[in-house]
């Protein structure tokens, strides 16, 4: 299978083009921006691999895209402005690359013979939960602007499939966390501040809990759903590690060799979900799931930061 893997100079594009290469004989291209977020260092190591062609180029470019197509059999859309921080600061280029981006691959893969189109989404979608957790049939209530624009994406990815017939299926994944993340990042920014004695500001009062997934497994639960996800059908991936970010906070503290003192309350991020939860029943029902504790996974993500 040729692979189209865009976002593949980010943080989980980068190692799911890694695990393509690694686990199976599929041949990729991946196209990227290398927008702040995205680097080829990241894939440096296998730049020159006899399966693989690297493209920088934005997935707005809709003749681009239209030619990067030609002998695609699937497309893996990782590409996305990510960080929940500057889509409030500014919303335009979220709008713009996760919505109308989302749309030129759409349209583009309509055009030519595409067998597979998984659109990547996340749990932010659904929007904060208090108790129990989301299904995939739950009703979508992003609370800020990264998270609309990707709902909007994910929305327009599957009536793709209602009305055009195109084989889509979409991924909503909990926070992941591991090597290559950007250092913008709450586990990449506090292992690194940790460890070199810096504050660590944790927004409110730190009970935010997040859902935290290793890339790892998250990558290989995207491989699955590529090649056996059903379309028009949406797979929750998380691995049911539900922390505080005060818990994880403390816990990178140990990892790192820092000191709670170390811990610093901030004021807290406006319309900041308090819990996301996700019901990961369907993608365990293809034979997935995650293999990673949290505390190897950020042993593992300590050793490629530290
Ligand atoms: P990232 O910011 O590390 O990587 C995004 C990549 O997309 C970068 O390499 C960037 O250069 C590229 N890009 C941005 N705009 C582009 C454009 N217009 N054209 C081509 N390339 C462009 O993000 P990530 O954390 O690796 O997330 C990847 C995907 O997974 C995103 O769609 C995100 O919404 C989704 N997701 C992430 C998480 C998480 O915890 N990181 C959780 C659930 C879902």
Redesign the pocket.
């Known amino acids: 299978m040729h692979v189209l893997v865009?976002?593949g100079?980010?943080?989980?594009?980068s190692n799911f083009v890694h695990y393509l290469l690694e686990q199976t004989d599929h041949s990729i291209t991946t196209?990227?921006?290398?927008?702040y977020?995205?680097s080829t260092n990241n894939i440096s190591g296998v730049l020159d691999h006899d399966r693989h062609e690297f493209v920088e180029?934005?997935?707005?470019d809709s003749n681009l895209i239209d030619d990067l197509l030609i002998d695609v059999d699937a497309v893996v859309n990782?590409?996305?402005?990510?960080?929940v921080d500057r889509s409030i600061d500014d919303a335009e280029p979220f709008v713009s690359?996760n919505v109308e981006?989302t749309r030129v691959l759409l349209d583009g893969a309509l055009d030519h013979d595409i067998e597979k189109f998984v659109q990547?989404?996340?749990?932010e979608v659904y929007g904060t939960i208090e108790s129990g957790s989301f299904s995939e049939e739950d009703s979508l209530t992003p609370r800020n602007p990264y998270s609309a624009t990707?709902a909007s994406a994910d929305l327009l990815a599957l009536s793709y499939h209602t009305t055009h017939g195109l084989p889509v299926v979409v991924t909503r994944?909990?926070?992941?966390y591991g090597p290559r993340?950007?250092r913008e990042k709450l586990i990449p920014k506090f292992l690194t501040r940790a460890a070199a004695g810096d504050q660590l500001p944790v927004y409110g009062d730190g009970s935010n809990v997040r859902e935290w997934l290793y890339v790892e497994d998250n990558c290989r639960a995207v491989e699955t759903v590529l090649g056996e996800g059903e379309s028009g059908e949406v797979y929750n991936i998380g691995s049911g590690d539900e922390l505080t970010n005060l818990e994880v906070t403390e816990k990178i503290l140990s990892v790192a060799g820092g000191d709670t003192d170390q811990i610093e309350f901030v004021e807290d991020r406006p319309g900041h979900d308090q819990r996301y939860s996700l019901n990961t029943a369907k993608i365990r029902s293809l034979g997935w799931e995650p293999n990673w504790s949290f505390e190897e996974g950020l042993r593992a993500t300590a050793k490629h930061y530290l």
Do not use: M
């Open positions: 865009t976002g100079a980010g943080f989980i594009g196209v990227d921006a290398l927008t977020a995205g180029g934005d997935i707005r990782f590409a996305a402005e990510s960080h690359t981006g990547i989404s996340t749990d990707k994944s909990s926070n992941n993340q950007h």
